[in-house]
């Protein structure tokens, strides 16, 4: 299974901001959707935003306003713009890419692939 390679997490202070990186490790027939989860401190895993091959996108109420999640198809590439950080954004975020292996497969050749995980810390 392909992995995903993410960077762009780190230390910042409340109000600012930071710029998640995420893209197969390998070349891949086609990409269906992208995006990122976070899973914070004693939480569950959560969806923060989405984004299909055609660009629309969905965020989670916690999200709206305040990021962006945006992609490269031609470089297999997503994004997760955040704005306006907060201490209770403090999470691991974890990108996933719908891969599809094969062409004329349907779902079966579709696969869910994540990245390892990159520490988000927003300090008060």
């Known amino acids: 299974q392909v992995q995903l390679v993410e960077s762009g997490g780190g230390l910042v202070q409340d109000g600012g901001s930071l710029r998640l990186s995420c893209a197969p490790s390998a070349r891949v027939f086609h990409i269906n959707d992208m995006g990122w989860y976070r899973q914070g401190p004693g939480k569950q895993r959560e969806l923060v935003a989405a984004?299909?091959?055609?660009?629309?996108?969905n965020y989670a109420d916690s999200a709206k306003g305040r990021f962006t999640c945006s992609r490269d198809s031609a470089k297999n590439t997503v994004f997760l713009q955040m704005n306006s950080l907060s201490p209770e954004d403090t999470a691991v975020y974890y990108c996933?890419?719908?891969?599809?292996?094969?062409?004329?497969?349907?779902?079966?050749?579709?696969?869910?692939?994540w990245g390892q995980g990159t520490q988000v810390t927003v300090s008060s």
């Open positions: 996933f890419a719908d891969i599809v292996r094969y062409p004329f497969g349907g779902p079966e050749a579709v696969s869910r692939s």
């Open positions: 984004i299909t091959e055609s660009g629309t996108t």
